[in-house]
């Protein structure tokens, strides 16, 4: 099963075993109504899955309450925890439009077929993206279309066409 980091278990919520999780998600409305569980990794890296009862999403959480986690203590005992999601329950996108986590890990070439380095990162900004590529340097690349020019996700390439100051 292909499963993708959606955040960390920062506290319990209430008294009844909800959890309270820091989204990594770039947009939470992402995630569709088919969630019915999720897996959460512990210390020894080992996913465990747990069925879901209730989600809701307010603003960058999620409030998670899971079956067998009942009270405030079994809650607890996941704090600091991964959550991670199935990829069958994000919503379809756009053409053009990509997931962060097809993004980073992205091979960047330029128009020429000359390696830059590799997507390390990516953050909003008010009007779009920003890919973090590190290579020899750290370049920013501005998620436009004047700048990134072609994305391969089946061969996991970016072509990109460095403008001024870039």
Same mark, same amino acid.
């Not at 897996?39 to 067998?68: C, Q």
């Given at each position: 099963?292909?499963?993708?980091?959606?955040? &960390?278990?920062?506290?319990?919520?209430?008294?009844? +075993?909800?959890?309270?999780?820091? %989204?990594?998600?770039?947009?939470?409305?992402?995630?569709?109504?088919?969630?019915?569980?999720?897996?959460? $990794?512990?210390? %020894?890296?080992?996913?465990? @899955?747990?069925?879901? @009862?209730?989600?809701?999403?307010?603003?960058?959480?999620?409030?998670?309450?899971?079956?067998?986690?009942?009270?405030? #203590?079994?809650?607890?005992?996941?704090?600091?925890?991964?959550?991670?999601?199935?990829? #069958?329950?994000?919503?379809?996108?756009?053409?053009? $439009?990509?997931?962060?986590?097809?993004?980073?890990?992205?091979?960047?070439?330029? &128009?020429?077929?000359?390696?830059? +380095?590799?997507? &390390?990162?990516?953050?909003?900004?008010? %009007?779009?993206?920003?890919?973090?590529?590190?290579?020899?340097? &750290?370049?920013?690349?501005?998620?436009?279309?004047?700048?990134?020019?072609?994305?391969?996700? #089946?061969?996991?390439?970016?072509?990109? @066409?460095?403008?001024?100051?870039?």
């Amino acid at each position: 099963m292909d499963l993708f980091v959606a955040g &960390e278990i920062v506290k319990p919520r209430g008294l009844r +075993g909800c959890v309270k999780v820091l %989204s990594q998600l770039d947009n939470q409305s992402i995630i569709t109504a088919e969630l019915k569980y999720i897996y959460i $990794e512990d210390i %020894s890296g080992r996913k465990t @899955r747990y069925n879901l @009862r209730k989600f809701d999403i307010s603003g960058k959480f999620l409030f998670l309450e899971l079956e067998n986690i009942i009270d405030v #203590d079994s809650a607890k005992s996941l704090i600091g925890s991964k959550v991670f999601l199935p990829v #069958d329950v994000l919503a379809d996108l756009l053409e053009g $439009e990509y997931y962060w986590r097809d993004i980073i890990g992205m091979d960047v070439y330029n &128009e020429d077929g000359k390696p830059l +380095g590799r997507i &390390e990162s990516v953050f909003p900004t008010g %009007s779009n993206d920003v890919y973090v590529c590190k290579g020899e340097r &750290e370049i920013l690349l501005p998620a436009i279309a004047d700048v990134i020019r072609k994305i391969d996700l #089946d061969k996991r390439i970016m072509t990109v @066409r460095l403008l001024a100051g870039l």
